[in-house]
């Protein structure tokens, strides 16, 4: 009886490996299904940034504005008939004197700018530049 139960013990351990261990098995399964977890959720990450990328490309194509946002934003331009004014942040620990001999750039990186009319240097393309540096003490 003991050989009978040895051998299938052995037949069920050999069903099993393939099973669990096999081309097709339940481990290489969980491994193909946390993959498609991982490429599901990249795709959604690059739907998004395509959609982003989408409607930016709408933005340019259909109105001015965009464009207008973009060179204000990243190129620092200005119209022709505004001025430009830089408020420069005091510096932390420093006093409100020290602020005011900081040089300012001609242009900034964000620019705020009001609609005023007004005009720069001829032929430049740039408007005039006011720094209120310290509103209180000018």
């Known amino acids: 009886m003991r050989y009978l139960t040895a051998a ?6 050999l069903l099993q490996y393939p099973l669990w261990l096999g081309k097709g098995g339940w481990l290489r399964v969980w491994d193909l299904d946390r993959q498609v977890a991982q490429h ?5 990450k690059l739907k998004r940034r ?9 933005d340019l194509k259909q109105g001015f504005e965009a464009v207008e946002e973009r060179a ?3 190129l620092g331009m ?6 430009f004014f ?4 005091p510096v932390p620990g420093g006093s409100p004197a020290a602020t005011s001999h900081l040089p300012a750039p001609a242009v900034s990186a964000n620019p705020a700018a009001v609609s005023k009319s ?6 430049t393309g ?8 310290n509103p209180i003490n000018p």
């Open 8 to 13: 299938l013990a052995v037949l069920i351990l």
């Open 40 to 44: 599901k959720e990249q795709n959604e």
């Open 50 to 58: 395509n959609n982003a990328l989408d409607a930016e490309v709408r």
């Open 72 to 74: 204000r934003y990243e």
């Open 78 to 83: 200005v119209r022709s008939d505004e001025i």
């Open 86 to 89: 830089q408020v420069i942040p």
């Open 118 to 123: 007004g005009t720069g240097p001829a032929g």
């Open 126 to 133: 740039v408007n005039s530049s006011i720094d209120i540096k």
